[in-house]
């Protein structure tokens, strides 16, 4: 597991996947991007570069970035035995930390190595390759892959063993999400009391309520109604029941971790599927019986 990485699998060019791989082939490495979209990986390769195909076969690193630590198992089990011998494999899901280190466990009997590498910023910061990205996984391994990382965030965090990106990831997004809907409640509290919305978000941006939602969502998705960010209300969700799962694993009680759970799945289940998690701002609308809005502010659509 030593020496330098040339080719690069990548697996999983969804809304984030898609701009990392452009930023690592931007950075000189040979990339060979696969999707399970038919034509997905083909058509990222006609505007981007790189190869379509069997993202694993004689890698010697393979991004995955997929949903749900369950579709990485998927992959992986088809991927795996493609690898080049001392592979590394950087898991930049979301993904639960207990079945990244069973899958670690797994690979490791193969001599292929693995870390964890999630990523916060969203599309935006995917774009100009300035994620923050938080790892889990062996100092050696990390170290291989460091290259990597950096053509794709600016800010790199080691934080232990292998897991341990994925659960920090799961915490910053239980804070970002409890961030969210009591601003998103806020809003709704003023908005009866007379304030505009958006002179608000103004306020609490020049004072100690700001927050990421206040800075970066609440104007730009939830007043102007556009609820696009590119970050799924579903992806939100899997994520705050992997905050909780290791909560329980760790027996930390924490109860107004599992209330925002709750709430930001109760979302879910009202919206619907394939909504934006910025729309979890219509639930806390409708338990009020109320929409947010500003005169400062176009609606879009
Ligand atoms: P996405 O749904 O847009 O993309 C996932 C991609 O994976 C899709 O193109 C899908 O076709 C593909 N896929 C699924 N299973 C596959 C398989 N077995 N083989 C090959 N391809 C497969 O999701 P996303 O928003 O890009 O999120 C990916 C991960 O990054 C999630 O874990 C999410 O929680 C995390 N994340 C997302 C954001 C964001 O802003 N969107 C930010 C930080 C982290």
Known sequence: MSGTIGRIGFIGIGRMGWPMAIRLIEAGFAVTVQDAVPGRAEDFVRRHGGTAGEAARGAEALVTMLPTS???????????????????????????????????????????????A???????????????????????????????????GTTITRCGEIGAGQAMKALNNLVSAAGFLVSVEALLIGSRFGLDPAVMVDVL??????????????????????????????????????ALQVGRE??????????TREL??????????????????????????????????????
């Not at 020049?206 to 556009?226: H, I």
């Not at 009202?270 to 009020?288: I, K, N, V, Y």
Request: hydrophobic share 45%; no cysteine.
């Open 70 to 116: 369950r579709d990485v198992a998927q992959a992986l089990a088809e991927a795996g035995p493609l690898l080049a011998p001392g592979a590394v494999v950087i898991e930049m899901s979301s993904g639960e930390p207990s079945a990244t280190r069973a899958l670690a466990a797994d690979l490791a009997a193969r001599g292929i190595g693995m870390v964890d």
């Open 205 to 242: 941006n020049a004072s100690t309520g700001m927050n990421n939602s206040t800075q970066r969502k609440l104007k730009q998705f939830v007043l102007s109604r556009s609820f696009d960010s590119g970050f799924g209300l579903d992806l939100m969700v899997k994520d705050l029941s992997i």
């Open 118 to 152: 999630p990523v916060s910023g969203g599309v935006a910061r995917a774009e100009t390759g300035s994620l923050a990205i938080m790892t889990g996984g062996d100092a050696a391994a990390l170290e291989r892959v460091d290259p990597l990382l950096r053509a794709m």
């Open 264 to 301: 930001w799945a109760a979302a879910a289940g009202l919206l619907g599927s394939g909504q934006d998690h910025t729309a979890a701002a219509r639930f806390s609308e409708a338990l009020a019986s109320d929409e947010l809005h500003s005169p400062q502010i176009n609606r879009k659509g």
């Open 250 to 259: 760790t027996a930390t009680p924490a109860p107004l971790s599992a209330q």
